[in-house]
């Protein structure tokens, strides 16, 4: 039954109930749900406001539920309209008079809005490890590959060479600042909306302070009706978790170009490829393309929140249980994507030879060459063009700057000499490269020691 039975004189349409309830996705919140009754009960217990005896058969009640849930002892009544009905009736079945004492000086309003903060909160503390993990693993093998020779691209054309671990490291940096965001967000959403009521407080002698320091808060919020209608933090979670998504999605491209006979830079663990149901040949990057795939379930979900909320006056909307589903879901596509990706990445083996072999044609360390000139005195922009000149003629003739001769070089600048060659060596090239965030070895080595030392 209904909490708002006593206006209406006949029931709801059945259809109309089941598009009214909730309970398909809002029940996995029973544990926020019933420790945030356990903190609303003790405090008015404390207050004065329900006796000493209710309050003990509320909280005792409720604990019994809660193991009962957890143990499996009880189920959850899928006809039921949501979480908190089914909660509160089911703890007046099982005490009586004293469980419909719970709800004084509450409105399911700002339940749902502490119930939504606690479990996202808990989303965000789980989340946040399966990203150290992932970076974890980026350091690893970025010490591994300090001197691991590969093309640095832009426009995905050879540019500059790099190691791989410096590529890695990279993407140690965007997942890094994911966690930032997400501790970031947690702390602007860590405020307790018990005692909101529906949009205007209360006229009973409520402790907020109590309530929110037992559930773990930094304090109330300090406005009722922002109170019961802010989702700025699901918007916000679910932007965090769309960043997070762009950086695997951005990952999986290139693993799956590096996968590629094209590429060959890498090859995935057979426990992370899959085969062709008539190419025999085949060994897909399946689980990087699932996920770059899903980034757009999750950039979805961003939308949905963003449109839901932009049109709704204040205070509560119904409107606003549409939020549930999709933050729900993004931290879900999340989460399940790390579980894939990073134990894809511990296990992928690295092919260094081929990126040698890459990184040695596609004239990478034509910049290097410039350089040298500017070392012997000449302005950039002659060097700019001497090399371009270099560059042409080696296209011309079939060969590299490495083995074009010393009389080609003179013939177009004759400030090269025989040190020309280990200048433009690429092992040369990114061992000079010491500056801060640049990719020589050292650097590298000592940039993943750096961030294991943030992750704690």
């Known amino acids: ?139 690893r093998l970025a010490g591994e590959h300090s001197e691991t020779i590969m093309p640095g691209y832009t426009h995905l054309q050879r540019a500059q060479p790099i190691v791989f671990g410096h590529h890695l490291l990279a993407y140690a940096e965007m997942f890094l600042r994911d966690i930032g965001r997400l501790q970031d967000a947690r702390k602007r959403m860590n405020v307790c909306p018990l005692g909101s009521g529906a949009l205007a407080g209360t006229t009973y002698d409520i402790d907020r302070e109590m309530t929110a320091k037992a559930l773990g808060f930094d304090g109330p919020c300090h406005n009722s009706l922002d109170g019961v209608s802010d989702r700025d933090f699901c918007i916000e979670l679910a932007a965090a978790l769309s960043l997070i998504m762009v950086h695997l999605s951005r990952f999986a491209e290139e693993i799956i170009l590096w996968c590629s006979w094209e590429f060959k830079f890498v090859e995935l663990d057979d426990a992370f490829s899959t085969g062709s149901s008539i190419m025999p040949q085949k060994k897909n990057p399946d689980i990087a393309e699932l996920v770059r795939g899903k980034s757009g379930r999750v950039f979805g979900d961003l939308m949905g929140l963003l449109t839901v909320m932009k049109g709704i006056s204040l205070a509560y909307d119904k409107d606003m249980q549409e939020d549930k589903e999709a933050i729900f879901d993004a931290f879900d596509t999340v989460s399940m994507c790390l579980t894939a990706f990073t134990p894809m990445l511990d296990t992928m083996k690295v092919l260094p030879e081929n990126m040698r072999k890459a990184a040695a044609g596609g004239f990478i360390n034509a910049t290097d060459c410039a350089d040298y000139l500017v070392g012997k005195g000449l302005p950039f922009r002659d060097a700019y063009k001497c090399t371009g000149q270099l ?66």
């Not at 010491?434 to 050292?442: F, H, K, N, S």
């Open 1 to 139: 039954m209904p909490l708002w039975t006593g206006r209406f004189s006949k029931d709801i349409d059945p259809k109309t109930n089941d598009f009214n309830s909730s309970i398909k996705f809002d029940s996995r919140m029973f544990q926020e749900d019933i420790t945030g009754s356990m903190a609303h009960a003790a405090m008015l217990g404390a207050q004065g406001i329900n006796s000493a005896e209710d309050t003990e058969a509320i909280l005792t009640g409720l604990q019994g539920i809660l193991d009962d849930l957890n143990s499996g002892a009880l189920e959850i009544d899928p006809n039921a309209e949501d979480i908190h009905t089914f909660v509160e009736q089911t703890l007046t079945a099982r005490i009586g008079n004293a469980g419909k004492r719970l709800h004084t000086s509450r409105s399911r309003n700002d339940q749902v809005a502490t119930d939504d903060r606690l479990y996202l909160r808990s989303q965000c503390d789980s989340l946040i490890p399966q990203l150290s993990q992932l970076i974890t693993v980026l350091c």
């Open 391 to 456: 560059v042409a003629l080696c296209i011309e003739k079939g060969t590299t700057l490495e083995d074009l001769p010393l009389e080609d070089y003179r013939a177009v600048c004759d400030l090269f000499e025989d040190d020309l060659y280990e200048a433009i060596s690429l092992e040369h090239c990114v061992s000079q490269r010491t500056c801060l965030g640049a990719p020589a070895p050292e650097n590298v080595r000592a940039e993943a020691e750096r961030i294991v030392s943030l992750l704690g």
